[in-house]
């Protein structure tokens, strides 16, 4: 009776040792997404934890075809319990479990084979408690730093709130590596698992496996990282961008008024003498027409977007300035599921190159038509422009630049970002008109809705 208690004891131990150490790493990346309280949590734990020693005491008494079969339940239930407890993107939580799993099977067949050279005799036997000791002490060495990388760099990158399409495919990496291990353990009837852990040769292959695996996974977390931060330096190069255009409009603005204020002294020098003269009726037309040619001092509003219509405050005196026809037909919300950053982009690129365009012409009407609106799920964003001379189209369907010999850059950012989007551009010239039209699917981008924040 002794021996049987004995015996389930090991079990036990050797079922929380394969389940609990783990849950620090795994849990720590998710610790602001967690679906439960604590207090809940906790009780979800504790029942996994329940049906880990559950399956461990099956496995201990069961034959070896069933072994396979109770190791996939038990992953089953590490994917269940961390797939109820934690809300995030699907493709990050097997990302980090798959990952954990194969982790924990270098941890098992490194601690067998350790326990094979320290206890020969008790490692032909499952579950015993020399192997549990073994395995606390490689779970020290591996764990603790692993928890440690986590928290230094796995964990800054899981916690960024993006849904680039890139973590509905990465979870395949550490699968792949997964099915390998159970593969290898379970998937040769000639030999156990237990006899290929017990051999260093097949340890040190595993090993090395799991090694070249780490290195991938840790080239994917420096990559997801830069991704980041790139995406981070765009946000903020937007931002200097607008506040740039918001500066340009400012000095455009002083201009005006230094100009006028150099013009009002003559203006009054008239006008005194006018008035000196009694000629009333002079002074009337006079002030009639100063007046008409002042500028409209008053702010012009495209529409609620804050990004679009800063743009085409500055585009608009732009064209205005340099004597070029600006119409806007806007009709786009004051939020978008859409990167800023995006849209300050295409739109910058397309009214930029309309601008040149039309300023490059020295005969006709030079026009620039901007026209704007959201339908249903989709930004529909066109600028048709006058222009002279011929396109000279590249292969890759952009427009050699009209100010070097070289295909212009502004073209294909608009096509890359919109490719991103789902979306699509298109180009045509009629009778002295380019048209560039866009189209966004702002409802599920490739890459990135919105960036982090």
């Known amino acids: 009776m002794y021996h049987f208690f004995g015996r389930i004891t090991e079990i036990i131990v050797y079922s929380t040792l394969n389940f609990l150490p783990y ?23 504790a029942l996994a934890v329940f049906l880990q020693i559950m399956l461990g005491l099956s496995a201990a008494f069961s034959p070896r075809p069933g072994k396979g079969i109770l190791s996939a339940l038990s992953t089953a239930v590490y994917f269940i319990f961390y797939f109820w407890a934690i809300k995030a993107h699907p493709g990050k939580i097997l990302f980090t479990l798959l990952m954990l799993s194969n982790i924990a099977d270098l941890t098992v067949v490194c601690s067998k084979c350790l326990e094979g050279q320290l206890f020969p005799t ?71 698992g237990l006899e290929i852990a017990l051999q260093p040769a097949h340890t040190l292959f595993l090993m090395a496996i799991n090694v070249g695996a ?44 230094r100009q006028a204020r150099h013009d009002l002294r003559h203006h009054i020098t008239v006008m005194t003498g006018l008035l000196n003269e009694n000629k009333t009726e002079q002074l009337k037309i006079y002030l009639t027409n100063y007046k008409k040619s002042l500028p409209d001092d008053t702010p012009v509003t495209f529409c609620r977007n804050s990004t679009v219509n800063l743009l085409l405050q500055y585009f608009s005196r732009q064209a205005q300035r340099s004597r070029i026809s600006f119409t806007a037909y806007a009709d786009i919300p004051e939020t978008l599921q859409i990167a800023e950053h995006d849209l300050a982009v295409i739109l910058g690129n397309l009214l930029e190159n309309a601008l040149d365009a039309c300023s490059m012409q020295k005969s006709g009407n030079r026009n620039i038509v901007f026209r704007g609106r959201l339908t249903n799920d989709s930004l529909i964003l066109t600028v048709d422009n006058t222009f002279e001379g011929e396109l000279i189209s590249c292969e890759n369907g952009s427009y050699l630049s009209t100010k070097h010999e070289e295909p212009g850059i502004g073209l294909a950012s608009v096509r890359h970002i919109t490719s991103r989007y789902q979306g699509m551009m298109r180009t045509e010239t009629a009778d002295g008109i380019f048209c560039v039209s866009v189209l966004l699917h702002i409802s599920a981008p490739q890459e990135a809705i919105r960036p982090p924040e």
């Open 214 to 257: 780490f290195l991938i996974y840790h080239m994917i977390t420096k990559l997801m990282n830069e991704y980041y931060k790139n995406i981070s330096l765009e946000k903020q190069n937007h931002i200097l961008t607008l506040e740039t255009l918001q500066y340009k409009n400012l000095q455009d603005k002083i201009t005006e008024t």
């Open 122 to 192: 008790l490692a032909l036997q499952q579950y015993r408690w020399s192997f549990s000791l073994v395995m606390a002490v490689v779970q020290l060495f591996i764990i603790t730093p692993l928890f440690f990388y986590f928290r230094k760099y796995y964990a800054d990158m899981i916690e960024k709130d993006t849904n680039i399409s890139a973590w509905r495919y990465l979870w395949l990496i550490p699968a792949t590596f997964y099915l390998l291990w159970f593969y290898h353990l379970y998937g040769n009837h000639a030999v156990t």
């Open 23 to 45: 849950l620090g790493p795994a849990l720590y990346p998710f610790r602001n997404n967690l679906r439960y309280s604590r207090s809940r949590t906790v009780m979800l734990t």
